[in-house]
């Protein structure tokens, strides 16, 4: 079992930026792949950007890849998503969420994830 707690979201002028973080419990931390996906009002949930639990081989998607940075530290049970030059767009509530690494080749399906925090809010303003 892990439990995910978001935080740092907030309210950020467009061409602003944002450190997002997530603290997990449990010992496993870093047997897991941890993921970043949003949902914007209205709109589906939208995968943003994946990490290993070694922290390796970080992977984006492809609107995001520049723009965002996942990182992690397993010795803080941590992982963490800087969202920088942000969008009106970018507006949404982020998750973090964490997957077993069996379904990396699969990590930006969000249904491959078992456990979800309760979400941040984003809102870039223009």
């Known amino acids: 079992q892990v439990q995910l707690v978001e935080s740092w979201g907030g309210l950020v002028q467009a061409g602003g930026s944002l450190r997002l973080s997530c603290a997990a419990s449990?010992?496993?931390?870093?047997?897991?792949?941890m993921g970043w996906v949003r949902q914007a009002p209205g709109k589906e949930r939208e995968f943003v950007s994946a990490i290993r639990g070694s922290g390796e081989m970080p992977y984006y998607a492809a609107s995001m890849k520049g723009r965002f940075t996942i990182s992690r530290d397993n010795a803080k049970n941590t992982v963490y998503l800087q969202l920088n030059s942000l969008k009106p767009e970018d507006t949404a509530v982020y998750y973090c969420?964490?997957?077993?690494?069996?379904?990396?080749?699969?990590?930006?399906?969000?249904?491959?994830?078992?456990?979800w925090g309760q979400g941040t809010q984003v809102t870039v303003s223009s």
């Open positions: 969420a964490a997957a077993s690494t069996l379904y990396w080749p699969q990590i930006s399906r969000t249904g491959v994830y078992d456990y």
């Open positions: 449990g010992r496993t931390f870093s047997s897991y792949a």
